[in-house]
């Protein structure tokens, strides 16, 4: 048998397989091991528990959708397309919703993701804090449709709207609705 190199992100996909399949209650080290054909104490050096599998998990999935933003020259553009990205990862990501509301980032991480979002609306024009406001906002907005449209309602309001539709509306009024002053 070949040695898998373990990295962060093999380890973050093959989590995201099993958490796809599996749900978030059965995602496990030893589920997520056993997909990469190794030991789950091989893992503990890059996660130590669970709850650091989950931050992996969330801060890999968030970071691949800043690489879906195509190039924009207005933050407007920008922040639509970080709210679309977003949205079709956190569908596309099965209990999504609680993953993000469940995984505790590390200071260092959130500093991190904070600047890999803010830095672009800052390049387009926004002031430091405002960026951080306005993808904030966004990012509210996506967890919040996500939750509606994978909680145990769903069902009941896709059947009352078109949720894709509402969201992007959503989205849209958000991001023409904000005002760049403060």
């Given at each position: 048998?070949?040695?898998?190199?373990?990295?962060?992100?093999?380890?973050?996909?093959?989590?995201?397989?099993?958490?796809?399949?599996?749900?978030?209650?059965?995602?496990?080290?030893?589920?997520?091991?056993?997909?990469?054909?190794?030991k789950a104490p091989s893992l503990y050096w890059h996660?130590?528990?669970?709850?650091?599998?989950?931050?992996?998990?969330?801060?890999?999935?968030?970071?691949?959708?800043?690489?879906?933003?195509?190039?924009?020259?207005?933050?407007?553009?920008?922040?639509?397309?970080?709210?679309?990205?977003?949205?079709?990862?956190?569908?596309?990501?099965?209990?999504?919703?609680?993953?993000?509301?469940?995984?505790?980032?590390?200071i260092d991480v959130l500093e991190a993701m904070q600047?890999?979002?803010?830095?672009?609306?800052?390049?387009?024009?926004?002031?430091?804090?405002?960026?951080?406001?306005?993808?904030?906002?966004?990012?509210?907005?996506?967890?919040?449709?996500?939750?509606?449209?994978?909680?145990?309602?769903?069902?009941?309001?896709?059947?009352?709207?078109?949720?894709?539709?509402?969201?992007?509306?959503?989205?849209?009024?958000?991001?023409?609705?904000?005002?760049?002053?403060?």
């Open positions: 048998m070949t040695e898998r190199k373990l990295t962060r992100a093999t380890i973050a996909a093959a989590a995201l397989d099993v958490l796809n399949e599996q749900g978030l209650d059965q995602l496990s080290l030893r589920k997520v091991a056993a997909r990469l054909d190794v996660v130590a528990d669970k709850n650091m599998l989950l931050a992996l998990l969330a801060e890999s999935i968030f970071t691949d959708c800043l690489t879906k933003i195509p190039a924009c020259t207005d933050w407007r553009d920008w922040l639509r397309g970080f709210g679309m990205a977003l949205w079709q990862a956190q569908n596309a990501t099965r209990d999504a919703g609680r993953l993000i509301l469940g995984a505790g980032q590390p600047e890999a979002t803010a830095a672009p609306l800052v390049a387009l024009g926004l002031a430091p804090e405002r960026a951080i406001m306005m993808q904030a906002s966004v990012q509210a907005l996506v967890t919040g449709w996500t939750t509606f449209a994978q909680g145990p309602n769903a069902a009941y309001l896709q059947s009352r709207l078109p949720i894709d539709t509402a969201f992007a509306e959503g989205l849209d009024a958000l991001i023409h609705g904000l005002d760049p002053a403060p």
